[in-house]
């Protein structure tokens, strides 16, 4: 179900990774971006083009260790760590939604009281995408 929803947001190839383990596909590619913490650079390495980056948005201590040692003994690279909040990216991601380029995806919405359904169900790690909490106004 989730490998259409990633392809209506435009990917043009799309590995279900409950059916395919992409580091055993032959394919390299020029950047990985690990979004739930499955693919470190010890799994991912053989799958990066020289040159190639792995962005790891889940990234911990050893991911940060790493970096300096992998930039010294490869071409390729482990981003990893706090990204820079920096209003032009925000105008940026701005631009892109109002041109329709990026489409957020929202999951489900629960009102403010009831945020401890909402944890639960994100706690699952099966949203899709984003849960939203509506906070009601006074007419
Ligand atoms: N969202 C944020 O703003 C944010 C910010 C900072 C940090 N984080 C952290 O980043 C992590 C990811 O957050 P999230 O918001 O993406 O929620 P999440 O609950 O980790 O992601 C759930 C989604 O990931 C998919 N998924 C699980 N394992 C996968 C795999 N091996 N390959 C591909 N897809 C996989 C699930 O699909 P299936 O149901 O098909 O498995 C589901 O659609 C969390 O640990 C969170 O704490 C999130």
Redesign the pocket.
């Known amino acids: 179900m989730?490998v259409e929803l990633v392809r209506s947001l435009g990917a043009d190839h799309v590995i279900d990774?409950?059916a395919e383990d992409f580091t055993q596909n032959g394919e390299a590619y020029d950047v990985i971006v690990d979004?739930?913490?499955?693919a470190p650079f010890s799994r991912s390495k053989a799958s990066l083009k020289e040159r190639g980056r792995l962005l790891v948005?889940?990234g911990g201590l050893p991911d940060m260790l790493q970096i300096p040692w992998v930039s010294m003994t490869s071409t390729k690279k482990v981003i990893a760590g706090p990204a820079a909040e920096r209003a032009q990216d925000l105008l940026f991601l701005a631009e892109l939604a109002e041109k329709g380029h990026f489409k957020p995806v929202i999951d489900r919405r629960y009102p403010f009281e009831q945020i401890a359904e909402a944890h639960h169900y994100?706690d699952t790690?099966?949203?899709?995408g984003n849960v939203v909490i509506t906070l009601a106004h006074d007419a």
């Open positions: 989730n990774y409950t979004t739930v913490g499955t948005v889940l994100v790690g099966r949203k899709k």
